[in-house]
T-cell receptor, first 112, second 111 residues
Framework: DAGITQSPRHKVTETGTPVTLRCHQTENHRYMYWYRQDPGHGLRLIHYSYGVKDTDKGEVSDGYSVSRSKTEDFLLTLESATSSQTSVYFC???????????FGSGTRLTVV | GESVGLHLPTLSVQEGDNSIINCAYSNSASDYFIWYKQESGKGPQFIIDIRSNMDKRQGQRVTVLLNKTVKHLSLQIAATQPGDSAVYFCAENNAGNMLTFGGGTRLMVKP
């Protein structure tokens, strides 16, 4: 999607390894979010950021950490990947909290 | 907790017919609603939004209706096309809090 890029698009990793997913935006939006999407669960918020070095947990934050050292980049790290973290991960951005979000194209992560 | 939900998990329509996708929400304080479309292998894409001070909003071939009395939201797609096949889900925002997303309805368009 225009203005927001996720990398990698696909990744296969082994259980117990650390994994970092990257979200990059060119919109200069203040808010950035990481979601995971699983069948039967819809979109679930992992972590979000409301500014550089300002982050907070979402509803499914266990096993994940984030960092935002620059406005344009929001990193999601799986500290020690587990099979339950096999999912599609979406990053989203927004100018403020009262409006809509723009989503990236997603990262499909498989933990074997 | 309060949540956003959808009545029909799968909707199958004939090409050219109109489609109606429904969503029920439980948070009466929600003041902003969005419909997203998600095609296979892609991220959710904004379709149309509506604020709580409106009952209806129209876009190109799409209309969103909001009934605050029964806390119901619907998306109408006119003259449904094969390219409309996707998962549609609604989202609500409560006074500046983060969006809460529904589970999604799959729309299948038969040629």
């Amino acid at each position: 999607d225009a203005g927001i890029t996720q990398s990698p698009r696909h990744k296969v990793t082994e259980t117990g390894t650390p994994v970092t997913l990257r979200c990059h935006q060119t919109e200069n939006h203040r808010y950035m979010y990481w979601y995971r999407q699983d069948p039967g669960h819809g979109l679930r918020l992992i972590h979000y950021s409301y500014g550089v070095k300002d982050t907070d947990k979402g509803e499914v934050s266990d096993g994940y950490s984030v960092s935002r050292s620059k406005t344009e980049d929001f990193l999601l790290t799986l500290e020690s990947a587990t099979s339950s973290q096999t999912s599609v991960y979406f990053c989203a951005i927004s100018e403020d909290r009262s409006g809509g979000y723009t989503f990236g194209s997603g990262t499909r992560l498989t933990v074997v | 907790g309060e949540s956003v939900g959808l009545h029909l998990p799968t909707l199958s329509v004939q090409e050219g017919d109109n489609s109606i996708i429904n969503c029920a929400y439980s948070n009466s304080a929600s003041d902003y609603f969005i419909w997203y479309k998600q095609e296979s292998g892609k991220g959710p894409q904004f379709i149309i939004d509506i604020r709580s001070n409106m009952d209806k909003r129209q876009g190109q071939r799409v209309t969103v209706l909001l009934n605050k009395t029964v806390k119901h939201l619907s998306l109408q797609i006119a003259a449904t096309q094969p390219g409309d096949s996707a998962v549609y889900f609604c989202a609500e925002n409560n006074a500046g809090n983060m969006l809460t997303f529904g589970g999604g309805t799959r729309l299948m368009v038969k040629p």
